[in-house]
C-alpha cells in the first residue's frame, strides 16, 4: 500500500451524506484521517516526509487513526514527532464484532468533521469580534 494514494486523506475535504450538506474546506489548518494495512513497513522519518508533503506546508490542527498495529501506530508516532496533536480511536471488536473497522472509520470521519467545524466556526467567531 502507498501511504501516498490511499493511508492519509484531508477529511476536512470529505462529505458524508447526512452530516453536513456540502464539504467542510478549512483555509489555515488540516484535519488529517490516516490509516492502513498492518504490514507497513516504512520507517518513521519517511511517513514524517510523506505526512508534511501531503499537507502541503499547511499547518495540521489534528491527525486521527485507528491504533491499529501497522500503519495507523507508525503514523501517529510519525506525526506526534512532527508536533502534531493526534488522537487515536481503537475499534470496538468486542461490542461490533467484524463491524467493527467500518464503523471506527466511520467515526474517525465524523470526529475529523466536528474538528473541521469547529476549526471553521472558531474562525469565523474571530473574524466577527473584529469587524471583518
Known amino acids: 500500500m502507498s501511504l501516498s494514494s490511499a493511508a492519509?486523506?484531508?477529511?476536512?475535504?470529505?462529505?458524508?451524506?447526512?452530516?453536513?450538506?456540502?464539504?467542510?474546506?478549512?483555509?489555515?489548518?488540516?484535519?488529517?484521517?490516516?490509516?492502513?494495512?498492518?504490514?507497513?513497513?516504512?520507517?518513521?522519518?519517511?511517513?514524517?516526509?510523506?505526512?508534511?508533503?501531503?499537507?502541503?506546508?499547511r499547518a495540521?490542527?489534528?491527525?486521527?487513526?485507528?491504533?491499529?498495529?501497522?500503519?495507523?501506530?507508525?503514523?501517529?508516532?510519525?506525526?506526534?514527532q512532527l508536533g502534531w496533536r493526534v488522537q487515536s480511536l481503537a475499534a470496538e471488536w468486542r461490542r461490533f464484532g467484524r463491524c467493527a473497522g467500518p464503523i471506527r472509520n466511520r467515526q474517525l470521519l465524523e470526529q475529523a468533521l466536528i474538528e473541521a467545524q469547529a476549526r471553521i466556526t472558531s474562525s469565523q467567531s474571530v473574524l466577527s469580534a473584529h469587524g471583518l
Request: glycine fraction near 14%; charged fraction near 15%; hydrophobic fraction near 50%.
Open 60 to 80: 495540521v490542527h489534528l491527525l486521527l487513526h485507528g491504533g491499529a498495529r501497522g500503519a495507523d501506530q507508525v503514523i501517529g508516532r510519525a506525526a506526534h
Open 8 to 57: 492519509v486523506a484531508p477529511a476536512a475535504a470529505l462529505a458524508l451524506p447526512g452530516l453536513l450538506s456540502r464539504p467542510v474546506q478549512l483555509h489555515r489548518s488540516l484535519v488529517i484521517v490516516a490509516g492502513g494495512g498492518r504490514d507497513l513497513a516504512w520507517p518513521v522519518e519517511r511517513i514524517a516526509s510523506a505526512l508534511l508533503q501531503r499537507s502541503g506546508g
